[in-house]
T-cell receptor, first 113, second 115 residues
Framework: KAGVTQTPRYLIKTRGQQVTLSCSPI?????VSWYQQTPGQGLQFLFE???????NKGNFPGRFSGRQFSNSRSEMNVSTLELGDSALYLC????????????FGPGTRLTVT | GESVGLHLPTLSVQEGDNSIINCAYS??????FIWYKQESGKGPQFIID?????DKRQGQRVTVLLNKTVKHLSLQIAATQPGDSAVYFC??????????????FGKGTLLTVNP
């Protein structure tokens, strides 16, 4: 069974631009969560989607948004990029929301210059 | 590889020794705790979990201990191998399910296993 895939793996953007990251969950998994990982703040929860609905959201500004499609694939978008948005963005899938076992993808490394 | 922190607590052990990685959690309402392993260039990988109504749980070569009195969690790895070298994160969840699901991760500990 294929694992969680994320595209692209690496991305370089400039301040003020916007970016869209994609996540394909494990087949059959309906819940997708997004996390931001930085050296200073560690792993921080962004949001969780289930059945195309955002179920939970972390403490991030409105520039961070996401969505989920009917096939459970998810995208997250960051608008008006700032230098501090440089991070590893991780997607995790689980069978159900609040799932005990989340399976993480390899992440997308975003660098903002 | 992916660096997850310049100032992570570090633990260096010899191959074959037992390792103990510690974590302090903050929310006394957390009822579910998880340990993850993150190798360079990869996403976190689930290792073992424990519910708050337990104080010990064993897996293959790993044991998690939970002390709710002092809000402390530990991961013990038996007969540590070079392949165990990674960053280890603990995570807590105030609810085991439902709408308030929000994993909170610790900063991580870098484990280095010397051959």
């Amino acid at each position: 069974k294929a694992g969680v895939t994320q595209t692209p793996r690496y991305l370089i953007k400039t301040r003020g631009q916007q970016v869209t990251l994609s996540c394909s969950p494990i087949s059959g998994h309906r819940s997708v969560s997004w996390y931001q990982q930085t050296p200073g703040q560690g792993l921080q929860f962004l949001f969780e989607y289930f059945s195309e609905t955002q179920r939970n959201k972390g403490n991030f500004p409105g520039r961070f948004s996401g969505r989920q499609f009917s096939n459970s694939r998810s995208e997250m978008n960051v608008s008006t990029l700032e230098l501090g948005d440089s991070a590893l963005y991780l997607c995790a899938s689980s069978l159900d929301p609040g799932g005990r076992e989340q399976y993480f993808g390899p992440g997308t490394r975003l660098t903002v210059t | 590889g992916e660096s997850v922190g310049l100032h992570l607590p570090t633990l260096s052990v010899q191959e074959g020794d037992n390792s103990i990685i510690n974590c302090a959690y903050s929310n006394s309402a957390s009822d579910y705790f998880i340990w993850y392993k993150q190798e360079s260039g990869k996403g976190p990988q689930f290792i073992i979990d424990i519910r708050s109504n337990m104080d010990k749980r064993q897996g293959q070569r790993v044991t998690v201990l939970l002390n709710k009195t002092v809000k402390h969690l530990s991961l013990q790895i038996a007969a540590t191998q070079p392949g165990d070298s990674a960053v280890y994160f603990c995570a807590e969840n105030p609810h085991s399910g439902g709408s308030n699901y929000k994993l909170t991760f610790g900063k991580g500990t870098l484990l280095t296993v010397n051959p």
